[in-house]
């Protein structure tokens, strides 16, 4: 939820606030979607950037999660580990022709 002063913004950003709101007209609008998974502040369901996954985050950990740049992932040990495998094996391979 973006702030604007000390007042949250009514108006949801995300479609499954505007879906809600939409078809419960009623009812109090809604301008979040649920807790933030990391800190508990309001914030709107997504689909994580780099995981099959959705997720609820508010807007500071959204812009976190989504900042350009590098990542490091658990996962990524595995390549390394495939790659450096990978190499022993090829050296081992070349050493005996060289």
Not at 53 to 70: K, N
Not at 83 to 93: K, V
Request: aromatic content about 14%; glycine content about 8%.
């Amino acid at each position: 939820m973006t702030m604007t002063g000390d007042a949250p913004m009514t108006q949801p950003r995300c479609g499954y606030c505007e879906d809600w709101n939409r078809q419960h007209p009623n009812e109090a609008p809604r301008t979040s979607c649920g807790a933030c998974d990391s800190c508990g502040a309001p914030g709107h369901f997504g689909a994580h950037p780099r995981r099959p996954a959705s997720i609820c985050l508010c807007e500071e950990h959204w812009a976190e999660l989504t900042a350009p740049g590098y990542r490091f992932e658990l996962y990524h040990l595995v390549y390394l580990f495939v790659l450096l495998t990978f190499a022993a094996i090829a050296y081992s391979f070349a050493a005996k022709w060289f």
